[in-house]
């Protein structure tokens, strides 16, 4: 480990992908502390529910030594999908009792994030640590956070995520709009609050899809579920709707509006919602970027190659670039920081290139007329 042997190490970002990088660093002696700008792990709501791949996320869970701890925190027939129409007609329904393949399984942000904190040494997550700037000091950087704090390191890794404050300092390429917004919203206590919804859940989620829309719906291990409604629009729609997203009447009555001619149930939905609507539009990284390889920081997951979500590719390209970052900065057969870094840039770049193009095809076709026939397509 020439590359990074007696240097300081500053992850910005407790994600998935950033927590996975501290966990396998350490567990070849690295010294590396993660800052975050949340003030604890319990900050935010979690979203909705992670389908772990075989290739990707399990595969850096299993090299970091946490499959056990994965199979105790993982929810075991969250993945059952159900496939619906516009009228609520279920055209697709895998709730059976056979015996499932286990190659995606599913597990709630919030487990995920404990288990990977609990397998980092005490203190290596700073929390309340909000990046502000990023100063060259010779070979070092300067970290300067928001509550006045500042911090001396050899290698800065960016893992904040789609709208990275590290990004800047490595690459000026920005993000397009993928042509699709979502918007997001939970219901708790969804057993008694969206009785229909949660009976169709089944404990797993439903796909659907109709007019050129998707609706999806996560249950999630609370006893909560969450769902995203998805739409083609214009890049600035959301400033342009005159909708107050935290005022549930206005968004319940822009649904019925927009979503006319689907069937009631999916109202409950927004007439349950138990906190404010959350808007998203939807950006990629262009699949050709590029950029030189610089000799002490790099990017990890949405930060370095942000696309929608629509293919379930997330948080997997993210834990997946940690285990590969976390080989290259280790592997003795580089001398150098900027070596290693250039070999995993490179290879991840070709490999979110690939997953972009797959991901921006899943997002136009789930918002296509035949938006059912390609997803079962897909899933059969």
């Known amino acids: ?37 949340d003030i604890n792990k319990d900050a935010r709501m979690q979203g909705a529910t992670l389908d772990l791949h075989e290739e990707s996320g399990l595969k850096a869970l299993d090299q970091a030594g946490l499959m056990e701890a ?12 159900r496939i619906m129409d516009k009228n609520a007609r279920v055209v697709f329904d895998d709730h059976t009792g056979d015996e499932r393949v286990l190659d995606r399984p599913e597990i709630d942000r919030g487990p995920l994030q404990n288990l990977l904190l609990n397998s980092l040494q005490p ?21 300067e956070f928001k509550n006045g704090t500042s911090v001396m390191v050899d290698i800065v890794i960016g893992a904040d995520g789609a709208n990275s404050k590290i990004r800047p300092y490595v690459t000026p390429i920005k993000p397009f709009f993928a042509g699709v917004t979502a918007i997001e919203g939970a219901v708790y206590h969804s057993e008694t609050a969206s009785p229909q919804m949660h009976q169709l859940l089944g404990g797993g989620k439903i796909f659907a899809m109709g007019d050129e829309k998707s609706l ?22 959301i400033r342009e709707c005159g909708i107050d997203f935290a005022d549930k009447a206005q968004v319940l009555a822009w649904f019925k509006t927009e979503y006319t001619g689907w069937d009631s149930v999916w109202q409950e939905l927004f007439e349950n919602a138990s906190s404010e609507f959350v ?8 699949l050709d970027q590029t950029w030189e390889a610089l000799p002490n920081i790099t990017l990890l997951g949405d930060a370095a190659h942000l696309m929608p979500p629509f293919a379930g590719e997330g948080v997997n390209m993210a834990m997946l670039d940690a285990l590969e970052l976390s080989k290259c900065l280790t592997n003795p057969d580089f001398f150098t920081t900027q070596a290693a ?21 899943a997002t136009a076709a789930l918002h296509a007329p035949d938006a059912i026939a390609y997803i079962i397509q897909v899933i059969s």
């Open 279 to 286: 808007p998203r539009p939807q950006y990629c990284m262009p």
């Open 70 to 81: 994965f199979y105790a925190n993982y929810r075991p027939g969250a993945d059952k999908l």
């Open 123 to 143: 203190g290596t997550v700073v929390w309340d640590s909000h990046f502000l700037n990023l100063l060259p000091q010779d070979a070092s950087w300067k970290l």
């Open 1 to 37: 480990m020439d590359s990074i042997k007696n240097k300081k190490i500053a992850i910005v970002g407790a994600g998935p992908g950033g927590l996975t990088l501290a966990r396998l660093l350490q567990m070849h002696g690295a010294d590396v502390k993660v800052y975050e700008r």
């Open 341 to 361: 870094i250039e070999a995993y840039e490179q290879e991840m770049r070709t490999r979110a290139s690939a997953t972009g193009a797959q991901t921006l095809e």
């Open 216 to 237: 999806i719906v996560s249950s999630k291990g609370d006893g909560s579920l969450v769902f995203y409604t998805s739409f083609n629009t214009a890049e600035n729609w």
